[in-house]
Every structure is written in C-alpha cells, then in structure tokens.
C-alpha cells in the first residue's frame, strides 16, 4: 500500500479540516441575519452538550485508533484486526452514551433541538477517520467530505429563509455529518481483509482507548464546556452567539494547525515505532518553522482585520465578537505549539499518560476560570479562560519534554517571523483605518498582510522562507529551460 508524501497529506488533512469549519463559516453572515443571535445561541449551547455526548461515547478512539492503524504499517490482517476492535468498542459506547442522554434531552425545554441533532450521534458511529488517518489516506476523507458539505450549503441557502426555521438549520447540520461519515465507508475496500470479530479483540483496547479520553475531555472542555457554562451561569442565548461566531472564526484558523500537526501525528507514529532517532529529530526541526510560520501572522493578522471584517461578516448586533477575536488572539501561538509537542512527541512515543497529566491541569484552571471569570465578564471571560488554560498546557508540555526541545532552537526559527508578523500587524492595522467596511477591503487586507510578511522574512533572511522561494524559482527556472 503506497502512503501519499507529508506534504499531500497536509493539502488533504487541510482541505477536511477547513471544509469541517468553512461551512458554518461560509453560511454564518447569512444564517446570522436570518436566524439572530438569539437562535445562534440556542444553537450553540444545545450542539455543546450533543458533541459532549459523542466524545463520552467515542471515548479516545480518535487519536488510539489513528496511533494504533499506523503502528500496524503494511500487516493489511493486524490492520484489520485492529481497525475492527476499535470500532465495534466505540461503536457499543456510543450506544451507551445515546442512551444515556435520551432521558437528559427528553425532560429539558429545547429536547426538539436535541432530537433534531441525533443524526449527529449517528454519525460518531460511523466514524472512522481514524483508520484513514492512519495509513495516511487523507484524501479518502477530504473528496467525500467536501461534496456532502457543498451539498449542504446548497440546501441551507435553499431552505433557511426566517427566524423560524432554526429547526431546518440544525437538521442539515446534524444530517450532513451523517452522510459524511458514511460516505468514507466504502473506501475500506482493499484498505483491510475479513477478520474474526472476537470479545477478546474489542475488549483488549479498552484499557488503552480510557488513557486516550483524557485529551478527549480536556479538548471538550475547551471547545464545548464553555459554552455550557455560559448557558448555566449566564442563562443568555446572546452571549453564547457572540461566543460561538467568535469561536466559528478562531476554529477556521485552528484548523490550518490542526492539519499539520494530524498529519504529522501518524508519520511520527511510525518512526518511534521504527526507533528512527535521526530523523524523528529532522521533523522535529521542520515543524519549529512550520508552526511559527503558520501561529505568527494567525495572531497578529486575525487582531489586525476583526474591527474590518465583523461587521459585514455577521452583520449589525455582532459588535461584541470584535472584542472576543482581540482576546483569543494569542491562543493560536499556545496551541500551536502544545499541539506539535502533543502529536509529534508524546502521543506517538507512548506517553499519553504524561500528556493527560499536562491536559488534567489546563482543564482545572480552564474550568476554574471560567467560574470566576463567566459571572462577571460573560463571553469574554470564557474567552480568558481558554486562553489561559491553552498557555498553562504549552508550559506543561514543555517542562515535561525539556531535554528533547531544546528551547533555543525553537526561539531561533520563530523569531524572525514574530518580528514579521508584528510589522505586518501594524502595516494592516494602519491602512485598514483608511479602508470602507467590505467584504472586498477585508480581503485586500489579508493579501497585503501576505505579501508583506513574506518581504519582512526574506529581508531578514529567514532561513526556512528563503529556501522554498529558492527551490520555487528553480522548479520555475528548470521548467522553462525544459
């Protein structure tokens, strides 16, 4: 079985990771309108305890099952024995877990919302991204994907028309998903062979898949528990659709990391399972540039434009989300690079444990905060809290890889591009004033934004920048003498 390049992988894992956002991003100026914030709110808190109760139910199967499949390599019957166990395992679990929550929805004031989102744990069931993760087929998942969305866009645009229709809204939604995850099924041809189901198979990765659901309950802490709280101690359905436009913006740009790092999650897996030191330590040294080329002009560029791009983006009564971009702004830099210690260190060497310790603090100062903070300053105190809690996690995972980060090196290959993205920033920043509120104008900005973050790097020579342009103008230079 042929494995697509690094770089493959990351345009595929990119493209199913924007494509899971840009969605509700591309709809959000027109379902902000017609729905309000009211019903944005309504959305937010009911889909926050539905996707807690598909990570209880999937437990840590995602990132167990992407480990375990790659850990398999070419053994097509280990990688089938496996693949089976962790499904049929998360599969019972789910049940479980819908089960449980079917009395919980059925007694509250929004149980119609809940019910019309129940395809959405339908589709935890049959999720198995993990698998295609693993042998790195990264475009199984982004091809499919992209048409179900599409096809969803085209239905809510066709069918959403009033207030009154948040119903239609959370169905496309919840059905969407659904027919994504389904959609990968028939990929599993020639991916794996016919194996004997036993109990003894299912059972022996439970052990295991319970170390992985600690970074399932921290990372739901963070994305989902927020917006919980913000429903129990606020009770304000305007506050949570501030919060989650904010948070629509922040996962768009999150993801670009998210595809990196996933990627690189099942390569590294590989190569400590192979003990290959030398180059584990050459993949380590590229994701020092990868992630501070990519977190830098995130940060600095998403504060840059928000004051610009929000009003037309979300339309009037969304001024509040400008505040709450300026707050989030530095959690791309803390994520970053907790997530590249996470999936390129920990996790494929087999310290999970030592990383749920690190996940176990940044959710108790996450959840601490958000008591203390909530009450009093609403969304934008969830929005300290996360970003506390996400540069508390970074520091854990530092302290705890210390001798195989060597911190100089890090600062050596990242300072450079914070010092270009912040001669960006105020570039931006300044000739946006002069600039009418457009959709046009937002995107002039982040070309100019671009193009003068790449000039900065290259007039301070910025080693990994210079590089590709080089090898980009031989490729163009070889082509042309050809």
């Known amino acids: 079985m042929k494995k697509d390049g690094v770089k493959a992988n990351f345009i595929y894992n990119l493209i199913y990771n924007i494509v899971n956002i840009i969605v509700p991003l591309v709809t959000a100026p027109y379902t902000a309108r017609v729905l309000g914030a ?15 109760v598909v990570m209880f139910g999937a437990l840590g199967t995602a990132t167990y099952g992407q480990k375990e499949i790659a850990s398999a390599g070419e053994n097509i019957v280990e990688r089938s024995e496996k ?9 019972v679990t789910m049940v479980i877990a819908f089960l ?45 994907n992209t048409i179900v969305r599409i096809a969803g866009i085209v ?15 959370l169905l496309i939604i919840s059905v969407s998903q659904l027919l994504g995850n389904l959609s990968m099924w028939p990929y599993l041809r020639g991916n794996i062979c016919r194996v004997k189901l036993t109990t003894r198979n299912v059972m022996k990765h439970l052990s295991n898949v319970m170390i992985y659901f600690i970074p399932s309950i921290t990372y739901q802490i963070y994305a989902v528990l927020d917006k919980a709280m913000l429903g129990w101690l606020v009770g304000s359905n305007y506050e949570n659709g501030y919060y989650e436009q904010a948070n629509k913006i922040v996962n768009l740009v999150v993801n670009v990391i998210s595809a990196y790092t996933i990627v690189m999650r099942s390569r590294m897996s590989a190569l400590f ?30 504060a840059a434009i928000a004051a610009g791009m929000v009003p037309w983006f979300f339309g009037d009564g969304y001024d509040a989300v400008i505040g709450l971009l300026y707050i989030f702004c530095p959690i791309f830099i803390f994520m970053g690079y907790s997530r590249m210690i996470g999936t390129h260190i920990l996790t494929p060497s087999g310290r999970q444990q030592h990383s749920n310790y690190a996940q176990i603090i940044a ?101 990994f920048v210079c590089k590709y342009i080089d090898k980009t103008f031989h490729k163009i230079l070889g082509q042309r003498r050809k």
């Not at 049959?126 to 499919?144: H, L, M, N, P, T």
């Open 83 to 91: 693949f089976l166990g962790i499904w049929v395992l998360k599969a």
């Open 273 to 302: 399972a192979q003990k290959r030191n030398e180059e584990i330590q050459e993949k380590m040294a590229v994701s020092y540039n990868v992630i501070a080329f990519l977190v830098f002009p995130m940060t600095f560029g998403i």
């Open 363 to 463: 959710a108790v100062v996450n959840i601490t905060l958000n008591s203390l903070l909530i009450p009093r300053f609403f969304a934008k105190g969830a929005a300290v809290a996360s970003v506390t809690s996400e540069l508390v996690l970074v520091l854990v995972y530092y302290y705890m890889v210390r001798k195989e980060i060597l911190l100089k090196q890090v600062i050596e290959m990242g300072w450079k591009k914070a010092i270009a993205a912040g001669i960006m920033f105020v570039f931006v920043f300044t000739i946006g004033k002069n600039f009418s509120i457009s959709i046009f104008y937002t995107f002039v900005e982040i070309l100019i934004g671009a193009i003068v973050y790449v000039i900065v790097l290259v007039v301070l020579r910025d080693a």
């Open 155 to 169: 239905l809510l645009f066709s069918l959403v028309k009033s207030s009154n229709d948040l119903w239609i809204y």
């Open 100 to 144: 449980i929550f079917v009395p919980y929805a059925y007694q509250t004031t929004a149980w119609i919302y809940y019910a019309l989102q129940i395809p959405y744990i339908v589709a935890g069931v049959f999720d198995i991204s993990f698998f295609f993760q693993g042998i790195e087929k990264f475009r199984y998942i982004a091809v499919r």
């Open 38 to 52: 009211e019903n944005i709110g309504i959305y937010s808190y009911t889909y926050a305890i539905v996707s807690s």
